[in-house]
Protein backbone atom coordinates (compact mmCIF):
# COMPACT_ATOMS: atom_id res chain seq x y z
CA UNK A 1 0.00 0.00 0.00
CA UNK A 2 2.89 2.30 0.31
CA UNK A 3 5.62 1.95 -2.39
CA UNK A 4 4.83 4.89 -4.57
CA UNK A 5 5.69 5.54 -7.42
CA UNK A 6 9.15 7.23 -8.89
CA UNK A 7 7.08 11.02 -9.90
CA UNK A 8 5.16 11.04 -6.96
CA UNK A 9 5.31 12.87 -3.67
CA UNK A 10 3.45 11.73 -1.00
CA UNK A 11 3.01 13.45 2.18
CA UNK A 12 1.49 14.20 5.73
CA UNK A 13 0.76 17.34 7.48
CA UNK A 14 0.73 17.25 11.02
CA UNK A 15 -0.65 19.60 13.69
CA UNK A 16 0.55 19.81 16.65
CA UNK A 17 2.62 20.75 19.33
CA UNK A 18 6.15 19.61 17.18
CA UNK A 19 7.73 20.35 13.61
CA UNK A 20 10.01 22.92 11.33
CA UNK A 21 7.00 25.41 11.31
CA UNK A 22 5.43 27.64 13.59
CA UNK A 23 1.68 28.22 12.54
CA UNK A 24 1.13 32.27 12.97
CA UNK A 25 -2.45 31.94 11.97
CA UNK A 26 -5.18 29.37 10.94
CA UNK A 27 -8.59 30.67 9.19
CA UNK A 28 -11.39 29.23 7.88
CA UNK A 29 -12.18 31.27 4.43
CA UNK A 30 -14.90 29.05 3.67
CA UNK A 31 -16.77 25.86 5.65
CA UNK A 32 -15.44 24.63 9.05
CA UNK A 33 -12.25 25.75 10.92
CA UNK A 34 -9.05 23.74 11.45
CA UNK A 35 -8.31 22.57 15.19
CA UNK A 36 -5.79 24.92 16.10
CA UNK A 37 -2.14 23.88 16.89
CA UNK A 38 1.17 25.46 17.67
CA UNK A 39 3.05 24.09 15.04
CA UNK A 40 3.53 22.03 11.40
CA UNK A 41 5.54 19.12 11.00
CA UNK A 42 6.05 18.05 7.20
CA UNK A 43 6.39 14.23 7.24
CA UNK A 44 6.97 12.15 3.78
CA UNK A 45 4.97 9.87 2.86
CA UNK A 46 1.50 8.93 4.07
CA UNK A 47 2.61 8.46 8.20
CA UNK A 48 -0.34 6.14 9.98
CA UNK A 49 0.73 7.79 12.87
CA UNK A 50 -2.11 9.19 15.13
CA UNK A 51 0.05 12.06 17.25
CA UNK A 52 -0.46 15.36 16.63
CA UNK A 53 -3.95 17.36 16.92
CA UNK A 54 -4.77 16.76 13.27
CA UNK A 55 -3.53 15.50 10.52
CA UNK A 56 -3.67 15.67 6.96
CA UNK A 57 -2.20 13.24 3.89
CA UNK A 58 -1.82 14.04 -0.17
CA UNK A 59 0.13 12.86 -2.97
CA UNK A 60 1.64 15.71 -5.28
CA UNK A 61 2.08 14.04 -8.84
CA UNK A 62 1.04 14.52 -12.58
CA UNK A 63 -0.74 17.56 -13.32
CA UNK A 64 -4.54 17.75 -14.33
CA UNK A 65 -4.84 20.38 -15.89
CA UNK A 66 -2.08 21.90 -17.39
CA UNK A 67 -1.59 21.83 -21.09
CA UNK A 68 2.00 21.48 -23.18
CA UNK A 69 2.38 25.07 -23.89
CA UNK A 70 1.75 26.00 -20.28
CA UNK A 71 3.98 23.19 -19.02
CA UNK A 72 7.01 24.48 -21.69
CA UNK A 73 6.54 28.28 -19.99
CA UNK A 74 5.73 27.08 -16.39
CA UNK A 75 9.18 24.73 -15.87
CA UNK A 76 11.75 27.26 -16.31
CA UNK A 77 10.50 29.91 -13.90
CA UNK A 78 9.23 27.02 -11.21
CA UNK A 79 11.07 27.14 -8.44
CA UNK A 80 11.74 24.05 -5.93
CA UNK A 81 10.75 23.86 -2.15
CA UNK A 82 13.20 24.47 0.74
CA UNK A 83 14.76 27.63 -0.62
CA UNK A 84 16.93 29.07 2.17
CA UNK A 85 15.82 32.27 1.91
CA UNK A 86 11.49 30.83 1.68
CA UNK A 87 11.07 31.39 5.77
CA UNK A 88 7.29 31.84 5.18
CA UNK A 89 4.84 28.74 4.02
CA UNK A 90 1.31 28.59 3.86
CA UNK A 91 -0.93 25.70 3.89
CA UNK A 92 -4.22 26.04 2.18
CA UNK A 93 -6.75 22.78 2.47
CA UNK A 94 -9.10 23.10 -0.24
CA UNK A 95 -12.34 21.28 -1.15
CA UNK A 96 -14.41 21.65 -4.00
CA UNK A 97 -18.44 20.81 -4.45
CA UNK A 98 -20.06 17.61 -5.87
CA UNK A 99 -20.72 19.86 -8.92
CA UNK A 100 -17.66 20.54 -9.67
CA UNK A 101 -16.70 17.01 -9.40
CA UNK A 102 -19.98 15.77 -11.37
CA UNK A 103 -18.54 18.30 -14.34
CA UNK A 104 -16.64 16.62 -17.31
CA UNK A 105 -13.04 17.30 -17.93
CA UNK A 106 -13.27 19.95 -20.65
CA UNK A 107 -15.64 22.21 -18.70
CA UNK A 108 -13.48 21.70 -15.29
CA UNK A 109 -10.66 22.87 -17.55
CA UNK A 110 -12.95 25.68 -19.23
CA UNK A 111 -13.62 27.02 -15.75
CA UNK A 112 -10.04 26.98 -14.32
CA UNK A 113 -8.20 28.47 -16.98
CA UNK A 114 -10.21 29.68 -19.79
CA UNK A 115 -12.87 31.81 -17.54
CA UNK A 116 -10.42 31.65 -14.00
CA UNK A 117 -6.99 31.62 -15.71
CA UNK A 118 -5.81 29.78 -13.02
CA UNK A 119 -2.20 28.90 -14.55
CA UNK A 120 -1.71 31.85 -16.60
CA UNK A 121 -2.62 34.81 -14.07
CA UNK A 122 -0.62 32.71 -11.39
CA UNK A 123 2.65 32.70 -13.39
CA UNK A 124 3.42 36.00 -12.43
CA UNK A 125 3.79 35.06 -9.27
CA UNK A 126 6.68 32.90 -10.10
CA UNK A 127 9.51 32.44 -9.35
CA UNK A 128 8.56 34.21 -6.22
CA UNK A 129 6.02 32.05 -4.58
CA UNK A 130 6.75 28.56 -4.96
CA UNK A 131 4.10 25.66 -4.78
CA UNK A 132 3.51 22.11 -4.27
CA UNK A 133 -0.24 20.75 -5.26
CA UNK A 134 -0.93 17.45 -2.95
CA UNK A 135 -4.59 15.56 -3.93
CA UNK A 136 -6.47 14.22 -1.06
CA UNK A 137 -9.61 13.40 -2.86
CA UNK A 138 -8.79 9.78 -3.49
CA UNK A 139 -7.47 9.48 0.26
CA UNK A 140 -10.90 9.57 1.49
CA UNK A 141 -9.64 13.11 3.15
CA UNK A 142 -11.44 15.82 4.54
CA UNK A 143 -10.09 17.93 1.77
CA UNK A 144 -9.42 17.55 -1.99
CA UNK A 145 -6.53 19.49 -2.12
CA UNK A 146 -3.53 20.42 0.27
CA UNK A 147 -2.09 23.24 -1.48
CA UNK A 148 1.09 24.15 -0.01
CA UNK A 149 3.67 27.89 -0.86
CA UNK A 150 7.12 28.74 0.56
CA UNK A 151 8.13 32.35 0.31
CA UNK A 152 10.76 35.10 1.15
CA UNK A 153 9.65 37.37 4.08
CA UNK A 154 9.48 40.21 1.08
CA UNK A 155 7.04 38.55 -0.69
CA UNK A 156 4.55 37.90 1.52
CA UNK A 157 1.84 40.88 -0.32
CA UNK A 158 2.62 39.49 -3.51
CA UNK A 159 1.38 36.03 -1.81
CA UNK A 160 -1.52 37.67 -0.69
CA UNK A 161 -1.93 39.39 -3.75
CA UNK A 162 -2.16 35.78 -5.67
CA UNK A 163 -4.62 34.20 -3.09
CA UNK A 164 -6.83 37.19 -3.64
CA UNK A 165 -6.56 37.23 -7.62
CA UNK A 166 -8.06 32.89 -7.10
CA UNK A 167 -10.48 33.44 -4.62
CA UNK A 168 -11.88 36.31 -6.86
CA UNK A 169 -12.31 34.00 -9.75
CA UNK A 170 -15.39 31.82 -11.32
CA UNK A 171 -13.40 28.73 -9.95
CA UNK A 172 -13.53 29.76 -6.49
CA UNK A 173 -17.24 29.53 -6.37
CA UNK A 174 -16.98 25.84 -6.50
CA UNK A 175 -14.81 25.63 -3.44
CA UNK A 176 -16.54 24.62 -0.25
CA UNK A 177 -14.59 24.33 2.56
CA UNK A 178 -10.74 26.47 2.60
CA UNK A 179 -8.68 26.73 5.38
CA UNK A 180 -5.83 29.22 5.32
CA UNK A 181 -2.70 28.54 7.24
CA UNK A 182 0.16 30.73 8.03
CA UNK A 183 3.47 29.34 8.90
CA UNK A 184 7.45 30.88 9.73
CA UNK A 185 10.30 28.68 10.38
CA UNK B 1 -8.89 9.63 6.55
CA UNK B 2 -11.84 7.23 5.39
CA UNK B 3 -14.75 9.37 4.73
CA UNK B 4 -14.95 9.21 1.36
CA UNK B 5 -17.58 12.01 -0.63
CA UNK B 6 -20.51 11.07 -2.14
CA UNK B 7 -19.46 10.84 -5.75
CA UNK B 8 -16.90 8.48 -4.95
CA UNK B 9 -16.50 4.59 -4.84
CA UNK B 10 -13.39 3.32 -2.80
CA UNK B 11 -13.60 -0.58 -2.94
CA UNK B 12 -10.55 -3.33 -1.89
CA UNK B 13 -10.09 -6.28 -3.88
CA UNK B 14 -9.04 -9.80 -1.98
CA UNK B 15 -8.23 -12.79 -3.48
CA UNK B 16 -8.15 -15.45 -1.20
CA UNK B 17 -10.05 -18.49 -0.11
CA UNK B 18 -13.54 -16.36 0.09
CA UNK B 19 -15.59 -14.14 -2.06
CA UNK B 20 -18.76 -14.44 -4.46
CA UNK B 21 -16.41 -14.50 -7.71
CA UNK B 22 -14.42 -17.63 -8.65
CA UNK B 23 -10.93 -16.92 -10.26
CA UNK B 24 -11.27 -18.82 -13.55
CA UNK B 25 -7.60 -17.73 -14.46
CA UNK B 26 -4.98 -15.25 -13.70
CA UNK B 27 -2.90 -13.68 -17.28
CA UNK B 28 -0.30 -11.47 -16.98
CA UNK B 29 -0.06 -9.64 -20.11
CA UNK B 30 2.56 -7.40 -19.28
CA UNK B 31 5.40 -7.29 -16.48
CA UNK B 32 4.70 -9.31 -13.12
CA UNK B 33 1.71 -11.79 -12.36
CA UNK B 34 -0.41 -11.59 -9.65
CA UNK B 35 0.09 -14.44 -6.89
CA UNK B 36 -3.28 -17.53 -7.74
CA UNK B 37 -5.88 -17.51 -5.36
CA UNK B 38 -9.27 -19.36 -5.88
CA UNK B 39 -11.77 -16.96 -5.05
CA UNK B 40 -11.93 -13.10 -5.23
CA UNK B 41 -14.43 -10.90 -2.75
CA UNK B 42 -14.79 -7.39 -3.66
CA UNK B 43 -15.14 -5.25 -0.54
CA UNK B 44 -16.42 -1.05 -0.26
CA UNK B 45 -14.07 1.10 1.09
CA UNK B 46 -10.41 0.88 1.66
CA UNK B 47 -10.29 -2.32 4.03
CA UNK B 48 -7.41 -2.63 6.11
CA UNK B 49 -7.63 -6.51 6.31
CA UNK B 50 -4.22 -8.59 6.29
CA UNK B 51 -6.76 -11.35 5.14
CA UNK B 52 -6.28 -13.06 1.39
CA UNK B 53 -3.11 -13.85 -0.59
CA UNK B 54 -3.30 -10.44 -2.32
CA UNK B 55 -5.19 -7.23 -1.96
CA UNK B 56 -5.82 -4.29 -3.99
CA UNK B 57 -7.49 -1.04 -3.39
CA UNK B 58 -8.71 2.03 -5.42
CA UNK B 59 -11.25 4.44 -5.62
CA UNK B 60 -13.98 5.20 -8.49
CA UNK B 61 -14.97 8.75 -8.82
CA UNK B 62 -14.84 11.82 -11.22
CA UNK B 63 -14.28 11.24 -14.91
CA UNK B 64 -10.64 12.39 -15.87
CA UNK B 65 -10.50 12.48 -20.02
CA UNK B 66 -13.85 12.27 -21.11
CA UNK B 67 -15.69 15.67 -22.03
CA UNK B 68 -19.40 16.29 -22.48
CA UNK B 69 -20.05 15.81 -25.86
CA UNK B 70 -18.96 12.14 -24.60
CA UNK B 71 -20.77 12.06 -21.87
CA UNK B 72 -23.96 13.17 -23.22
CA UNK B 73 -23.73 9.76 -25.27
CA UNK B 74 -21.83 7.61 -22.74
CA UNK B 75 -24.52 8.30 -19.77
CA UNK B 76 -28.06 7.02 -21.58
CA UNK B 77 -25.80 3.64 -22.06
CA UNK B 78 -23.90 2.88 -19.27
CA UNK B 79 -25.49 0.15 -17.93
CA UNK B 80 -25.30 -0.16 -13.54
CA UNK B 81 -23.41 -3.14 -12.07
CA UNK B 82 -25.13 -5.92 -10.34
CA UNK B 83 -27.11 -7.00 -12.97
CA UNK B 84 -28.24 -10.83 -12.10
CA UNK B 85 -27.70 -11.81 -16.03
CA UNK B 86 -23.71 -10.71 -15.64
CA UNK B 87 -22.18 -13.90 -13.77
CA UNK B 88 -19.34 -13.12 -15.35
CA UNK B 89 -16.56 -10.89 -14.78
CA UNK B 90 -12.88 -9.54 -14.76
CA UNK B 91 -10.33 -7.84 -13.20
CA UNK B 92 -7.51 -6.13 -14.83
CA UNK B 93 -5.28 -4.06 -12.96
CA UNK B 94 -2.91 -1.70 -15.07
CA UNK B 95 0.23 0.38 -14.53
CA UNK B 96 1.79 2.96 -17.18
CA UNK B 97 4.90 4.29 -17.21
CA UNK B 98 6.58 7.37 -15.98
CA UNK B 99 6.33 8.66 -19.65
CA UNK B 100 2.85 8.61 -19.77
CA UNK B 101 2.93 10.62 -16.53
CA UNK B 102 5.16 12.63 -17.31
CA UNK B 103 3.09 13.82 -20.38
CA UNK B 104 0.87 17.38 -19.44
CA UNK B 105 -3.08 16.59 -19.79
CA UNK B 106 -3.59 17.39 -23.54
CA UNK B 107 -0.92 15.03 -24.93
CA UNK B 108 -2.46 12.53 -22.93
CA UNK B 109 -5.88 13.03 -23.90
CA UNK B 110 -4.85 12.96 -27.71
CA UNK B 111 -3.40 9.84 -27.01
CA UNK B 112 -6.14 8.61 -25.10
CA UNK B 113 -8.68 9.46 -27.57
CA UNK B 114 -7.67 11.30 -30.15
CA UNK B 115 -4.92 8.64 -31.31
CA UNK B 116 -6.22 5.68 -29.82
CA UNK B 117 -10.14 6.11 -29.99
CA UNK B 118 -10.66 4.89 -26.14
CA UNK B 119 -13.66 6.55 -25.55
CA UNK B 120 -15.33 6.27 -29.39
CA UNK B 121 -14.49 2.23 -29.91
CA UNK B 122 -15.71 1.57 -26.79
CA UNK B 123 -18.96 2.70 -26.62
CA UNK B 124 -20.40 0.19 -29.00
CA UNK B 125 -19.75 -2.55 -26.22
CA UNK B 126 -21.84 -0.88 -24.45
CA UNK B 127 -24.87 -1.67 -22.75
CA UNK B 128 -23.26 -5.16 -23.13
CA UNK B 129 -19.88 -4.47 -21.14
CA UNK B 130 -20.40 -3.11 -17.73
CA UNK B 131 -17.29 -1.67 -16.62
CA UNK B 132 -15.90 0.94 -13.78
CA UNK B 133 -12.64 2.39 -13.68
CA UNK B 134 -10.95 2.68 -10.34
CA UNK B 135 -7.71 4.84 -9.71
CA UNK B 136 -4.90 3.66 -7.24
CA UNK B 137 -1.82 6.05 -8.30
CA UNK B 138 -2.34 7.77 -5.41
CA UNK B 139 -3.09 5.21 -3.17
CA UNK B 140 0.37 3.86 -3.26
CA UNK B 141 -0.23 0.48 -5.42
CA UNK B 142 1.42 -1.87 -7.05
CA UNK B 143 -1.30 -0.50 -10.44
CA UNK B 144 -2.14 2.65 -11.82
CA UNK B 145 -5.94 1.40 -12.19
CA UNK B 146 -8.35 -1.11 -11.24
CA UNK B 147 -10.60 -2.16 -14.17
CA UNK B 148 -13.52 -4.28 -13.32
CA UNK B 149 -15.83 -5.43 -16.44
CA UNK B 150 -19.23 -7.36 -15.66
CA UNK B 151 -21.39 -8.68 -18.55
CA UNK B 152 -23.52 -12.23 -19.39
CA UNK B 153 -21.73 -15.06 -20.55
CA UNK B 154 -23.08 -14.37 -23.95
CA UNK B 155 -21.42 -11.35 -24.14
CA UNK B 156 -17.62 -13.42 -23.05
CA UNK B 157 -16.57 -12.71 -27.25
CA UNK B 158 -17.68 -9.15 -27.18
CA UNK B 159 -15.59 -8.55 -23.76
CA UNK B 160 -12.35 -10.66 -25.48
CA UNK B 161 -12.72 -8.31 -28.85
CA UNK B 162 -12.78 -4.97 -26.47
CA UNK B 163 -9.97 -5.57 -25.02
CA UNK B 164 -7.91 -6.64 -27.84
CA UNK B 165 -9.07 -3.33 -29.54
CA UNK B 166 -7.50 -1.40 -26.61
CA UNK B 167 -4.64 -3.29 -26.31
CA UNK B 168 -3.75 -2.70 -30.10
CA UNK B 169 -3.47 1.32 -30.12
CA UNK B 170 -1.08 3.69 -28.91
CA UNK B 171 -2.47 4.35 -25.10
CA UNK B 172 -0.69 0.60 -24.67
CA UNK B 173 2.59 1.49 -25.64
CA UNK B 174 2.31 3.33 -22.11
CA UNK B 175 1.22 0.23 -20.16
CA UNK B 176 3.95 -1.27 -18.67
CA UNK B 177 2.19 -4.07 -16.33
CA UNK B 178 -1.32 -5.80 -16.81
CA UNK B 179 -2.76 -9.00 -15.52
CA UNK B 180 -5.97 -10.22 -16.37
CA UNK B 181 -8.04 -12.15 -14.10
CA UNK B 182 -11.44 -13.69 -15.48
CA UNK B 183 -14.22 -14.20 -12.84
CA UNK B 184 -17.88 -15.90 -12.48
CA UNK B 185 -20.15 -16.49 -10.02
Same sequence: chains 1, 2.
Avoid: C, N
Amino acid sequence: MTAYPTGTFPATFIGGAAGAWRIESSTAIAGEPMPLADRLEVREGIAATSGGVWRLSGVAGHTRYVERPEKTRLDPVTPPLGRPEATMAALIPIRKSAAWWALPQDERRAIFEQRSRHIADSMAFLPRIARRLYHARDLGQPFDFLTWFEFAPEHAGAFAELVAMLRSREEWTFVDREVEMRLSR
